[in-house]
């Protein structure tokens, strides 16, 4: 298979971006939690809190960013 044909089926399998942000408003507001949101949806907290924050959607990005920095802090 080639590298387009990988990058195809990777596109295809994209959120768009309302979609995503509908399926993030929704999760949290059912009390799923960040770490949740990003295995339901097969992507890293990173991605979704930059995305989140690109589209401008900065109070569904905080959950994600807290999430991501108690995940980096040491034990």
Known sequence: ??????????????????????NVESLLS???????IAARLGMEMEAIEKRCY???????AVPFNSAVKQQRRPE
Do not use: F, K, W
Request: hydrophobic share 40%; net charge negative; glycine share 6%.
């Open 30 to 36: 059912s009390g799923c939690t960040p770490a949740g």
């Open 54 to 60: 690109r589209a401008d959607r900065h109070d569904l």
């Open 1 to 22: 298979m080639t590298i387009a044909a990988l990058r195809a089926i990777q596109d295809e399998a994209r959120l768009t971006t309302v979609q995503l942000l509908e």
